[in-house]
């Protein structure tokens, strides 16, 4: 039996996969918006996805794509679940690989995530942990190409918080050859070790503290709420936070045609203006539905139904 495909980060995956998912994404989407087409690619085929904290897009993204694509969802949440009771993460792998094809599971705790891959005998994908978003920045480099044509060679401007969102767009950073710039506070920069990482993959990444200055000449500026799920000490986190508020003013120091990006929800008016959200440069409702195009993606990926070339192969 052949060892499954997980989609739990963007570093792990082999040369060439995240160029073969956004090639795949685009070509699915060109397929048509509404009706979306229909096929039965995945005809006989159950994903389960488990959600230990609540979720919009994720969880209707991932069920409308399995259907759409032929195939059946199961949903339930941790809770629910014996994981809510003490099982632990490799009995209940070992439990859904005899019942189901794959598995989405959002969560925290990435290391709980990698521990139920390892002991999973059928594809496991991360809908979000605190370590890692892969599945949004899919849906946002999507977007991007969309836009503004090829994301090789463009500037990534990320504010705020240096959190999974910012870790997950490092790690593609390399691969696909575009620069990132990121502006945090002290006190919620991105760790040393992702950032180093990401250079070692080849990422060109620059680091400061100032908005201003990350944001200067980008052609996409990115931001996420200032207190996500699981975050503690919110009124602390919004004094730190809101000099990188994504304004007007923030936004004309970019490239001319330069384009938000918010993985959402959004608090208006905290990390990102009304002006902003709802302005010609906000992208942010293109790229929720993008979610849709990236989760077949994903799921045709780790089902073996896209062919993988290196890089050096293209």
């Not at 890692?132 to 190409?145: G, M």
């Not at 990115?222 to 919004?238: H, K, Q």
């Not at 790229?287 to 993988?308: M, S, T």
Request: charged share 25%.
């Amino acid at each position: 039996m052949s060892e499954p495909i997980h989609f739990l980060d963007l570093a792990s995956q082999p040369q060439g996969a995240l160029r073969a998912i956004l090639d795949e994404a685009h070509r699915i989407k060109g397929e048509g918006r509404k009706p979306r087409p229909r096929t039965d690619v995945l005809a006989g085929r159950t994903l389960a996805m488990v959600f230990e904290k609540p979720s919009t897009r994720t969880r209707f993204s991932f069920d409308l794509a399995m259907r759409e694509m032929g195939g059946d969802t199961i949903v339930a949440n941790g809770s629910e679940m014996q994981l809510g009771r003490g099982e632990s993460m490799p009995d209940t792998a070992r439990v859904l690989s005899r019942y189901v094809d794959a598995v989405m599971i959002r969560m925290l705790d990435h290391d709980a995530l990698a521990e139920f891959a390892r002991h999973a005998e059928m594809p496991v994908i991360n809908g979000l942990t605190r370590r890692s978003h892969p599945c949004q920045i899919i849906a946002d480099l999507i977007t991007i190409e969309e836009r503004l044509g090829p994301i090789e060679a463009r500037t990534v401007a990320w504010v705020g918080d240096g959190n999974n969102m910012t870790a997950t767009f490092l790690e593609a950073a390399g691969p696909l050859g575009f620069r990132m710039r990121i502006a945090t506070p002290p006190e919620l920069a991105v760790p040393d070790d992702v950032v180093e990482a990401a250079r070692a993959a080849g990422a060109d990444v620059f680091v400061s503290t100032d908005p201003r200055e990350a944001v200067d000449g980008a052609d996409v500026v990115a931001a996420d709420c200032f207190a996500s799920m699981g975050d503690e000490d919110e009124a602390r986190r919004l004094k730190l936070l809101m000099p990188y508020q994504v304004n007007d003013d923030l936004m004309a120091a970019a490239a001319p045609g330069a384009v938000f990006l918010h993985c959402l929800p959004a608090h208006r008016n905290e990390e990102v203006t009304d002006a902003v959200m709802d302005g010609p440069q906000s992208a942010v409702f293109d790229e929720a539905e993008n979610r849709i195009h990236a989760q077949k993606a994903v799921l045709a990926y780790v089902f073996g139904l896209i062919a993988v070339a290196p890089a050096s192969d293209r």
